[in-house]
């Protein structure tokens, strides 16, 4: 009887993880928050609302000060959001907030590496606080970014904390990665190779990967969809096909991501 009860509890189990499976990636409703900047003034980030679902990447556009990591940052649970709903992975953020973060990887400024210890001491040290951590994959990713493994994580360039963080998020395998700026400090080799990984990724269809970046010729080769940010609002969410056809002009060309981005904040001035 206590075997027949587990394997039902087991097959309850089961069927729970293959519904949440098919659930989005994310799925954020009436996001905001607010917050005030010492001598800038009060910032507010309101009513942000998209889905992206697993297997697709979206591009995350704004200049500077915009609301970009901020939004990143409510994402990884590290600011706290005052309104709206959250769902990670199919994990409701306000009943799952523990299980939601670590579904979440992430590339950007907040992650510390132990500063004194190698990337591999890291890798061990860190990656036990995740329930799923492939170190053979962490190491095999460092050798592929050509980054030694008895390295000290503190003597890194820029370049190599972003693709040993990248090594890092891969390795726990998350469903739903975080870029902030990430390909900054790579060489145009790197970078292709950065977008290359990323898209190869995106092909199993069990993550969903929001990229926040100023160089916008990335997301023309790589995004699925693009986002923009203006002064806490979210001005539009496109597949990149539907924003295609609004960049279009009238002499047949087409205006670049840059363009449009300075276009918008123009009009949002004027």
Same mark, same amino acid.
């Given at each position: ?30 996001? +905001? ?5 010492? +001598? ?18 979206? +591009?995350?556009? #704004?200049? $500077?000060?915009?609301? =970009? ?7 990884? /649970?590290? !600011? ?9 992975? #199919?994990? $409701? ?7 939601? =973060? ?12 132990? /500063? ?26 460092? #050798? ?6 008895? &390295? ?31 390909? #900054? ?11 290359? !990984? ?10 969903? !990967? !929001? ?9 023309? =080769? ?10 806490? &609002?979210?001005?539009?969410? &496109? ?12 002499? +047949? ?15 949002? &001035?004027?």
């Amino acid at each position: 009887m206590r075997e027949k009860a587990q394997m039902e509890s087991m097959s309850e189990d089961t069927k729970k993880e293959e519904v949440r499976l098919q659930k989005p990636a994310l799925k954020i409703q009436g996001v +905001g928050t607010s917050f005030f900047h010492f +001598g800038e003034g009060k910032f507010v980030l309101e009513d942000i609302s998209f889905t992206l679902e697993r297997g697709y990447m979206l +591009g995350l556009i #704004g200049r $500077n000060g915009a609301g =970009k990591s901020t939004l990143l940052r409510i994402l990884l /649970q590290s !600011i706290p959001r005052k309104k709206g709903s959250m769902e990670i992975a #199919g994990y $409701n953020v306000a009943s799952h907030a523990f299980e939601a =973060k670590q579904a979440v990887g992430y590339v950007g400024e907040d992650f510390v590496f132990l /500063q004194r210890e190698t990337l591999r001491e890291n890798g061990r040290v860190l990656g036990q606080l995740y329930p799923v951590f492939d170190e053979v994959r962490y190491l095999e990713f460092l #050798g592929r970014f050509e980054i030694g493994t008895e &390295k000290i994580a503190g003597e890194l360039s820029k370049g190599e904390t972003t693709k040993a963080q990248l090594a890092f998020a891969l390795a726990h395998k998350p469903e739903l990665l975080l870029l902030d700026e990430p390909t #900054g400090g790579l060489d145009p080799v790197m970078r292709r190779e950065f977008l290359y !990984i990323l898209q190869t990724e995106l092909l199993e269809e069990r993550m969903g !990967i !929001i990229f926040s970046t100023h160089i916008t010729e990335d997301l023309d =080769k790589a995004a699925d969809y693009v986002a923009m940010l203006e002064k806490g &609002k979210l001005l539009f969410y &496109k597949s990149k096909e539907e924003l295609w056809e609004t960049l279009a002009c009238e002499n +047949g060309g087409r205006l670049s991501l840059k363009q449009l981005m300075v276009k918008l904040c123009k009009e949002g &001035k004027s």
